[in-house]
């Protein structure tokens, strides 16, 4: 949600390990400013390089395929209500050997406070915007998202639920939770209703971990360190690193 009001001036630069050898790596900053917060990001992810062929069989040379986005964000706080308010602008550039695919689109949310930012509800309208490819203009169909945040009252923990409706107006549920064992360390653990897709029946360990994803969280006064791990109901595992720097 592009509402999401982060008050804390930071850098932070992640990445991401999947099987393959593929690997994403992401830059960004984050600067508030009174009742506004700008943010920006810097991704990309490579798939590898390859061979290309032509429909005869000849080899026609390797070719990289790769992914790049480029994001701005602004949120900010009203001042008569507990709501924030923010949008975000994307544009990404896709090219995968001759094929080359570049998307422009915007992002609008809001998001209401409850007693304190921990117990919200927000709405978010995501991916509005155009794709060009093959010299044509398509629209993209956006798609919606429902978050509800609540501190448990007996807990030191935060518990999460989404509802994602995409394209064709298909449904997903995401819940996860946010477990705090002292002032410094955080483990986190979420799923989604995918792991009923996704669950192959090729055993107890993977019906179980199947599009299932575990964090762990340590703040060292001015840097964050999070590590984080996701399984597909396969049993393929992504791995993740980010740092952050406040400053």
């Known amino acids: 949600n592009p509402a999401v009001f982060n008050k804390s001036r930071n850098i932070t630069t992640s990445i991401v390990r999947y099987p393959a050898l593929i690997s994403s790596q992401s830059l960004d ?10 943010s920006s990001s810097l991704k990309h992810i490579s798939y590898g390089v390859f061979k290309g062929y032509n429909e ?5 040379g390797s070719y990289r395929s790769n992914e790049t986005w480029l994001d701005g964000y602004c949120s900010k706080e009203m001042n008569s209500y507990p709501i924030s308010i923010g949008s975000s602008i994307s544009l990404k550039s ?24 921990n117990n919200a509800v927000g709405f978010s309208i995501n991916e509005i ?3 060009l490819a093959d010299q044509q203009v398509s629209y993209i169909k956006p798609n919606f998202n429902l978050g ?11 518990i999460y639920f989404d509802l994602l409706i995409e394209k064709k107006y298909k449904a997903e549920v995401f819940i996860g939770g946010c477990f ?9 653990v979420g799923s989604s ?12 360990f993977r019906s ?33 690193l980010s740092i952050g720097i406040r400053f």
């Open 29 to 38: 900053l984050n600067f508030p400013l009174d009742n506004f917060v700008f």
């Open 94 to 117: 896709a090219n995968f050997s001759s094929l080359n695919i570049k998307t422009f689109f915007t992002s609008i949310g809001a998001i209401g406070y409850f007693k304190n930012k």
């Open 148 to 158: 509800v945040s609540k501190k448990l009252n007996y807990l030191p923990a935060i």
């Open 193 to 204: 209703n995918r792991k009923i897709d996704q669950n192959t029946s090729q055993g107890l």
């Open 180 to 188: 705090s064992l002292n002032n410094t360390m955080k483990i986190l």
């Open 56 to 60: 005869n069989g000849e080899d026609i």
């Open 208 to 240: 179980l971990l199947g599009a299932t994803g575990f964090g762990f969280e340590y703040d060292f006064n001015q840097i964050l360190v999070q590590y984080g791990f996701y399984y597909y109901g396969t049993g393929i595992r992504v791995d993740g």
């Open 129 to 131: 915007g155009l794709k």
